[in-house]
């Protein structure tokens, strides 16, 4: 946890980045980390302080240790056909299924074959952008409640 706020400078302090001073009057960034538990017990404080450009330069320094959150990639055409293709054969692998598991005369090695079929689709999706997000857990129960 830290407190971070502007201030002026009362009184010639040093930046913690650069190690230079920071004058009296000018602008400084003051960072006030809490130690110690969180709520009662949080008396202990340590207080930098930074010039408002080299508070920015250590914030980006800690920035860059973690790599920026990857941006999927959009589909290439053959990919996008693809899955396309594998929706439409999901949807009626599925509607297959809901019917047998709804009594229709289908033995139970059918809806054997045919949850095969829709867990093999779904593992050929995942590498064409994924599962989709309207498709439930592949269990008996969520088939039949659709
Ligand atoms: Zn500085």
Known sequence: MADVWMKYCTRQARCKWCEEPILNGSPMVMVKIWKGKE?????????LRFHPD???????????KEPPPTRK???SEEDSKTRKRLIRK???TKHRLKV???????TGYRIDKLM????????QIELVGGVPKEWPELKETTIRSQ
Do not use: F, S, V
């Open 90 to 92: 999901y949807a009626t």
């Open 39 to 47: 709520g009662i017990e949080r008396k202990y404080t340590i207080t």
């Open 116 to 123: 095969c079929k829709l867990w093999d689709i779904r593992n």
């Open 73 to 75: 990639l959009p589909l």
């Open 100 to 106: 047998a598991l709804d009594g229709g005369n289908y």
């Open 54 to 64: 080299c508070w920015i330069k250590q914030a980006m320094a800690n920035l860059d």
